[in-house]
């Protein structure tokens, strides 16, 4: 089982939007709507952002979003703000016969 | 709030064995699951192991089946990870987290480094 694919960087200004993509097969991603997404900082432990593919968890922004279109899940940051700086990854439960879950291969945010 | 203290970790030898901590409190321990997810140096996260709310089911990568092992103590609200005959590339920032809805890791700890080093 390998980790799911994300770009290994993505960038944008302060108040654009960027998305991150997520490819998984259709024995994760794409089979089960159990995808979500972490932000990590620098030296931090992973917050959840997004859970159940679309939904925020209490206290997590609106600017971010999720969504999920078969194999592949993207989260959504709009309004880029220079605190999102940060690393992103993304994770799905798995019938693999080697994991129960997966993360993603994880992406750098930069906000230029 | 939710509160999830790991400890244990250090450097061993490689071949060595370590056992890991996660002291939780905040909310009733006993009705989550509990993963152990771990971050190698400059890489990215690792899923490790899952135990139930109630230890009756355990879940591993593959990278580690037989050699750790997880397992909790509802009593003391703690939940464990045994890591035998430990390699190199065990070498990481261990954390735990609480299972949340649709088998998200909804809350974490802050982590342990685990070195394993001659």
């Known amino acids: 089982q390998s980790a799911l694919t994300q770009p290994a960087s993505v960038s944008g200004s302060p108040g654009q939007s960027i998305t991150i993509s997520c490819t998984g097969t259709?024995?994760?991603?794409?089979?089960?709507?159990?995808v979500s997404w972490y932000q990590q900082h620098p030296g931090k432990a992973p917050k959840l952002m997004i859970y159940?593919?679309?939904n925020r968890p209490s206290g997590v922004s609106n600017r971010f979003s999720g969504s999920k279109s078969g194999n592949t899940a993207s989260l959504t940051i709009s309004g880029l703000q220079a605190e999102d700086e940060a690393d992103y990854y993304c994770?799905?439960?798995?019938?693999?016969?080697?994991?129960?879950?997966?993360f993603g291969t994880g992406t750098k945010v930069t906000v230029l | 709030q939710v509160q999830l203290v790991e400890s244990g970790g250090g450097v061993v030898q490689p071949g060595g064995s370590l056992r890991l901590s996660c002291a939780a409190s905040?909310?009733?321990?006993?009705?989550?699951?509990m993963h152990w997810v771990r971050q190698a140096p400059g890489k990215g996260l690792e899923w490790v192991a899952f135990?139930?709310?109630?230890?009756?089911?355990?879940y591993y990568a593959d990278s580690v089946k037989g050699r750790f092992t997880i397992s909790r103590d509802n009593s003391k609200n703690t939940l464990y990870l045994q890591m035998n005959s430990l390699r190199a590339e065990d070498t990481a920032v261990y954390y735990c987290?609480?299972?949340?809805?649709?088998?998200?890791?909804?809350?974490w700890g802050q982590g342990t480094l685990v070195t394993v080093s001659s």
């Open positions: 905040g909310f009733t321990f006993s009705s989550y699951g």
């Open positions: 259709s024995s994760d991603v794409g089979g089960y709507n159990y």
């Open positions: 135990i139930r709310y109630d230890g009756s089911n355990k």
């Open positions: 994770s799905s439960y798995t019938s693999s016969s080697t994991l129960l879950y997966v």
């Open positions: 987290a609480k299972e949340g809805r649709g088998t998200a890791m909804a809350h």
């Open positions: 159940e593919v679309s």
